[in-house]
């Protein structure tokens, strides 16, 4: 393992990539776990085009064994949560799409504030008519925000970030969210680490411990929340980050989630073992 740092709640911090394994063998078997997984970045390579992002099969079917097993896995996402919905099907499970904004437990069961005083209408079309003159520049419209992406020419940040300044000055109700080659205007009430606490106390998890996988800016008030619940939080890739672990990328979140999956299920037969006295074989 490289070397750590230590932080101020006594843990220690990986500073450098580690393996799969090393996050597993920290894993106490005691514990009830839930996972809170974002999804671009970090179950799906990037896409120069977001409408051509994919999470690989196998990656799919491992998070879908996971929750026979009854850990109970969570999307934390700046998609919205149709489009987050698609990307995880035929797997059903929670979403909080638009970095927690808009929360979805299924059977058409929202958690959602008002946001009636805003006029996204208006607010593309000030965002279109601001981007005439730059059309490397890609709009994503997500019903209750409006992000703007430079993935084509990265050289259009500072336009991008500027346009997004300008006209957040008109729209009060809404902030700046920055993240990988995007800035997006989100409502205030958008922040993954509140969605996390919010999903926590609506699904009774509160005595569990919570691990969540993120590669992004927006996910640090995530790892933050992480944190304080002495969870285990993991940052996808490089740059600053309060995760105390970072992965390098996706192929190795796929493997900590298959890693993970194991040791669960190990644990699942032996707990049965124990009660019935008998061997017992899951497919």
Do not use: W
Not at 46 to 51: A, D, R, S
């Amino acid at each position: 393992m490289n070397s750590q740092s230590t932080i101020s709640d006594g843990r220690e911090k990986n500073t450098y990539f580690v393996t799969p394994d090393d996050i597993i063998k920290n894993l106490s078997l005691d514990k009830n776990y839930c996972l809170f997984l974002d999804i671009d970045g970090t179950l799906a390579p990037f896409q120069i085009n977001p409408k051509h992002s994919f999470i690989p099969k196998v990656t799919l079917e491992i998070i879908k064994e996971i929750t026979q097993l009854n850990i109970p896995i969570i999307a934390v996402t700046g998609r919205d949560v149709d489009t987050a919905r698609k990307l995880l099907h035929p797997i059903e499970i929670p979403v909080a799409g638009l970095h927690g904004l808009d929360i979805y437990f299924g059977s058409d069961h929202y958690i959602r504030p008002d946001l009636s005083s805003i006029n996204f209408k208006e607010l593309k079309q000030d965002i279109i008519k601001s981007c005439e003159k730059y059309p490397e520049l890609l709009i994503e419209d997500k019903g209750y925000s409006i992000a703007l992406h430079y993935r084509k020419n990265p050289e259009l940040e500072n336009y991008a970030i500027n346009i997004m300044q300008n006209i957040n000055l008109y729209y009060p109700q809404l902030k700046e969210n920055k993240g990988k080659c995007v800035i997006e205007l989100i409502p205030n009430q958008a922040d993954k680490g509140r969605a996390i606490q919010t999903i926590l106390n609506h699904l009774n998890l509160s005595s569990s411990h919570p691990i969540f996988i993120g590669d992004d800016l927006t996910d640090e008030s995530g790892f933050i929340s992480i944190n304080q619940k002495l969870g285990t939080s993991i940052k996808v890739g490089s740059g600053e980050t309060q995760a105390h672990y970072r992965l390098k990328d996706i192929d190795n979140v796929a493997n900590f989630l298959l890693l993970f999956k194991n040791r669960i299920k190990s644990l699942y037969v032996k707990n049965i073992q124990n009660q019935n006295g008998e061997k017992l074989c899951l497919n």
